[in-house]
């Protein structure tokens, strides 16, 4: 029970309750009353919004998993006794499938957001870890997820991304032939696969939870990147204020989200995943799922040798570092501002790093031949050296704008 606490239990129930299981008083202390920087934008309800869609392809999960059957005979068609025959069954399966782009387009914007704001540097690196950990279990509980209506590009998607592991020294074929079961995509593959999809989102809520115990201790950071001066001045209690900005962030969320589901659910799909998977005609190009993309368009992008290192390993190195190089953003960043509005260079090549991005999301829907190759090549080493050469240079040579005193300072700024 906490000294400072300013709740008093309403009535004899909450009273009994609170002396044996504090949870209104915790919700009270570190959710409603918690001091919220004053000055948060929108760019900050995506967390909300995120835990929101988390939820969302929780429920639809268990409910889909109630009807879905994972053998490789029948998994096609459960899929679609579930579209046509189940009630309900088509708007909880399209808003499943249009859910997961819905997250991942939601944690893209929070990386970025993140990213510009500086909110992985200290004392919230704990922080920033956490979120990429969230951002891997994600991609691995997607691709898992996908594989699961066993259409063309799933059974096809499972094979080649699962080869990838074929290309590490020693370890990797038994990794293989473990992930799959035996020595090709089959029965094994699906019933792992659907397991491992089932179990991860929580897991993935077990490490929401840290990342927001990990977010309440240092509190929030804000777009002036500066720290709580006098919580009287600098702060608002989270509850009214933000729980309703983000309820309204949620709900204008919801708008495009709803029109996919009712009216385009199958738009962000891809039209070979309709037709069973046959493991003997390979479709005329295999591309994974959008949010996949970039990091694709990375692994194709290496097709070269380096000293004894052949290219297929190289890609894996490459598109494995891609994501591991987010988990040392805290230490490759040397500037001591936080926030890209007072780094005027920085900001250029934020920006270009974002264009960048989108280019390398564009590269991995394309044909692995002539210019696409090139540009693929180029992207993929622009991104490197943004995180190990640009960052870590940036933070030495360029001169900041001066940053305000405190919070309330900016806010009222802001009015005049």
Known sequence: MSEHSTYTPGSGIEKWLDERLPIIRFSKEHLMDFPTPKNLNYWWTFGAILVMCLGIQIVTGVILAMHYTPNIGMAFDSVEHIRRDVNGGRMIQSFHAVGASMFFAAVYIHIFRGMY?????????????????????????????????????????????????????????????????????????????????????????????????????????????????????????????????????????????????????????????????????????????????????????????????????????????????????????????????????FKWFYWLFVVNFVALTYLGAQPADGIYVVLSKICTAYYFIHFIVILPVLGRIETPRPLPTSISESVLGKAH
């Open 117 to 345: 704001f500086g909110s992985y540097k200290a004392p919230r690196e704990i922080l920033w870890i956490l979120g990429v950990l969230i951002f891997l279990l994600m991609m691995a509980t997607a691709f898992m997820g996908y594989v699961l209506p066993w259409g063309q590009m799933s059974g096809w998607a499972a094979t080649v991304i699962t080869n990838i592991f074929a290309a590490i020294p020693i370890v990797g074929t038994p990794i293989l032939e473990l992930l799959r079961g035996g020595f090709s995509v089959g029965n094994p593959t699906l019933n792992r696969f659907f397991s491992l999809h089932y179990l991860l989102p929580f897991v993935i809520a077990a490490v929401v939870a840290l990342h927001i115990w990990a977010l309440h201790v240092p509190g929030n950071n804000n777009p002036i990147g500066v720290d709580v001066k006098d919580k009287q001045r600098d702060t608002l209690p989270f509850h009214p204020y933000y729980t309703m900005k983000d309820a309204f962030g949620m709900v204008l969320f919801l708008i495009p989200f709803a029109w996919f589901a009712f009216f385009a659910p199958d738009i962000l799909g891809h039209p070979d995943n309709y037709i069973q998977f046959n493991s003997q005609v390979t479709p005329a190009h295999i591309v994974p799922e959008w949010y996949f993309l970039p990091f694709y368009a990375i692994l194709r992008a290496i097709d070269f040798n380096l000293l004894f290192i052949d290219s297929k390993l190289l890609g894996v190195i490459f598109f494995g570092g891609s994501i591991l190089i987010l988990f040392f953003l805290p230490w490759l960043d040397t500037s001591k501002v936080r926030s890209g509005n007072f780094r005027p260079m």
